[in-house]
Structure formats: structure tokens, C-alpha cells
């Protein structure tokens, strides 16, 4: 069992940054590849980043491509989403979730979810 707690969510002006966390339990994170999904007013829930077991992989949906870093700490049991230059399209419910399959995240299948976290962007 994996649980994730996200944290880091808040309001923020448009060209601002956040830095969200998505701490996780059990002993077993690193065997897990990691996804952020967002889920914004009236849209379905969405790929933004992901990350492999190991941290050496990393993609990101083109929106967030050049504004955004996920990342992760092993030995902390934590992932991360950096967001700067935000927008107020990226307004939404944050999520991370955990896989042992990095490709389920693409289609949106992860063993493992946090609650979510809010990220309002203001203009």
C-alpha cells in the first residue's frame, strides 16, 4: 500500500510559481513511477508530468513543457511539481499518482492517487 498526501496548492497571480509535494507512505515509493494529473473546472482529469522509478525519465504534457519540472527525492519519499510562468489555464486540482507501470499513467491508470491539491492562478 502507497498513500500520497499532495501539499503545496495555494493562489498565486498569473507569472507566479508554485512548488507542489506529494508525499508518499510505505517503503516501496521508488518502485513506483509517479504522474501529476490536473483536473480543472468542467474538464477531465489531465497528464501533466510524469516521472520513472528512478527520476532518469521524465515527460511533460506541451503546455507545461519549458514551465514546469517534476522531480523526486527517494530517500524522501517525495515528488515534486515546479510550476513557474503560471497561467490562469492552469487553474485546477493538482493530483499525483504512483504506478509501477510508467505507461499506465498516459492513459490516465495509476494503483495509487492522492486527494489533491488546488492551484489558483489569478490574472
Known amino acids: 500500500q502507497v498513500q500520497l498526501v499532495e501539499s503545496g496548492g495555494g493562489l498565486v497571480q498569473a507569472g507566479g510559481s508554485l512548488r507542489l509535494s506529494c508525499a508518499a507512505s510505505?517503503?516501496?515509493?521508488?518502485?513506483?513511477?509517479v504522474g501529476w494529473f490536473r483536473q480543472g473546472p468542467g474538464t477531465v482529469r489531465d497528464l501533466v508530468a510524469k516521472?520513472?522509478?528512478?527520476?532518469?525519465?521524465?515527460t511533460y504534457e506541451d503546455s507545461a513543457k519549458g514551465r514546469f519540472t517534476i522531480s523526486r527525492d527517494n530517500a524522501k519519499n517525495t515528488a515534486y511539481l515546479q510550476m513557474n510562468g503560471l497561467k490562469p489555464e492552469d487553474t485546477a486540482v493538482y493530483y499525483c499518482a504512483a504506478d509501477p507501470n510508467i505507461v499506465d499513467l498516459d492513459i490516465g491508470l495509476a494503483d495509487y492517487w492522492g486527494r489533491g491539491t488546488l492551484v489558483t492562478v489569478s490574472s
Open positions: 510505505g517503503r516501496t515509493f521508488s518502485s513506483y513511477a
Open positions: 516521472i520513472s522509478e528512478s527520476g532518469d525519465i521524465t
